[in-house]
């Protein structure tokens, strides 16, 4: 396994773009990082407090449905979803990408992986880039911080 600091870091939504396009299996994780993710490979649901056999992640797999929309949005919208966890878990929460094999679903439905594999880390400005291309789209986009939902529709 890499170290921490021996990851490449992603600097722009076009190279995470680019990484993704044409590939499976690619993953991002928001988390402290692969020295302290990897060592466990299990999550806990923040709800209930079972260990997940395997990371909670988000795939970056570019469905066959998106067509020929641009994978920038893609991976914007992917990295959008989450954006909120630094906030809202542990400020030194950062996303960062891997490889693995879905080896089960996790409360929400989430890939849960195992067999490792980072690849690199997405630096802020990336971050930055994502909200402000979701926020540009047309229709209702949202992320999924559920801080202050208080279960009525």
Known sequence: M???????TLTSLDELARLVTGRRGLYVRW????????????????????????LSVSSLDIEDWWGSRPPTVWVARRLYDYCHL???????????VLRGSEAARGPDNEPLVTDVEP???????????????????????GTLDRDGADGTL
């Open 86 to 96: 630094p906030r809202v878990k542990d400020a030194r929460t950062r996303p960062w």
């Open 119 to 141: 690849l690199g880390w997405i630096a802020d400005p990336v971050i930055t880039e994502a909200c402000r291309v979701i926020t540009e789209q047309p229709g209702r986009w």
């Open 31 to 54: 988390s402290r990082g692969p020295e302290r993710d990897l060592p466990r490979m299990s999550s806990k649901d923040d709800l209930t407090g079972i260990r997940l056999p395997g």
């Open 2 to 8: 890499s170290t921490t600091a021996e990851l490449p």
